[in-house]
């Protein structure tokens, strides 16, 4: 017969039984999680390899079999969603990134992202949505400002637009002017389509040129030749078109807008000798043939 000690002590045994067992258990599902996410990342070091040399289909599946490994992991989807994108599979990319996007939980810079992709391949109402989604996430987020305002701008709400390029603007440091000034000229890009001319002259009057790369002062000038052009100062608009050409002799776009400035100041045969240069550039420059037919009917 058992007495009050053995019972007891049989009791602590079962108990403490359980509890390794239930240790046990615990250790075993570790384990096997490290070795699942330890044979995922080789599965995805293989596909970030294949990804590099071009292999693109065998990189998807070297992804898909980490996916299988540690299906809760956003960084594989991502691999995945770039993988389909190459191959150009719209579809795939999208849907593989809305996985990445869920199983982030909803991280901003992944709804960002999805809806960057929704907006490259024109799914607009998609990818207003996720961006919305981003900027209640981050309303610091300035990329999801832009590409908001980019969405705006598609839809023709205009005002909208605005109020994220001012909020980017306002965000922006000083030192880092050339994104400040590409904002700045969406802002008169804008105010050109409102028609609103004389705040988009406000807007490139105070861009500093000199602080900027070649490039992008040629499209202030181009941009300020526009404005200048639809304010009727064509000698001012033409002015600044031979600044642009100033720092690229051959760049088309600014040997066009001049055709189209001196066809507007009835010069034809400098309209004509800068429709030839834009053609000599670019022969099949669809807007310079028509441009040229309409010189030429002209004169």
């Keep these: ?30 384990q096997s ?3 699942n996410w330890e044979r995922s990342r080789s599965f995805m070091h293989a596909g970030d390899s294949a990804m590099k040399s071009g292999q693109h289909a065998k990189a ?8 299988k490994l540690t299906p809760n992991d956003p960084v594989i989807y991502q691999r995945l969603s770039e993988g389909n994108r190459k191959l150009g599979h719209s579809t795939g990319a999208i849907n593989q990134l809305a996985r990445a996007v869920e199983t982030s939980d909803y991280d901003a810079q992944l709804l960002f992202k999805f809806a960057s992709l929704n907006y490259q391949y024109g799914n607009l109402p998609q990818a207003f949505q996720a961006v ?13 400002r832009i590409l908001r305002a980019d969405v705006y701008v598609e839809q023709s ?33 804008i105010y050109i389509q409102q028609q ?3 705040s988009a002259l406000s807007i490139v009057t105070t ?3 000199t602080k900027i790369e070649d490039e992008q002062v040629i499209k202030v000038y181009q941009i300020h030749s526009l404005i200048l052009q639809q304010l ?61 037919q309409r010189i030429s009917d002209l004169r």
């Design 60 to 67: 998807i599946k070297q992804f898909e079999e980490a996916a």
């Design 1 to 30: 017969m058992k007495t009050i000690s053995d019972k007891l002590f049989s009791s602590l045994l079962v108990s403490g039984l359980l509890v390794c067992s239930f240790a046990g258990c615990q250790w075993l599902n570790f």
């Design 157 to 189: 709400a205009y005002s909208k637009a605005l109020q994220d390029l001012h909020f980017v603007l306002g965000v922006l440091g000083e030192e880092d002017i050339q994104r400040q000034v590409e904002m700045q000229l969406k802002v008169a890009e």
């Design 132 to 144: 919305n989604h981003a900027i209640q996430e981050d309303p610091q987020l300035i990329e999801a």
């Design 232 to 292: 009727n100062r064509l000698k001012d608009a033409q002015e600044k078109l031979e600044l642009a050409l100033k720092l690229d002799g051959d760049h088309v776009e600014t040997y066009y807008r001049l055709a189209e400035v001196h066809t507007a100041a009835n010069n034809m045969p400098g309209a004509a000798l800068a429709i030839r240069q834009t053609l000599a550039l670019s022969p099949s420059h669809q807007a310079a043939l028509q441009l040229s």
């Design 207 to 209: 861009i500093a040129v």
């Design 33 to 35: 999680s490290v070795g």
């Design 196 to 198: 609103r001319f004389q």
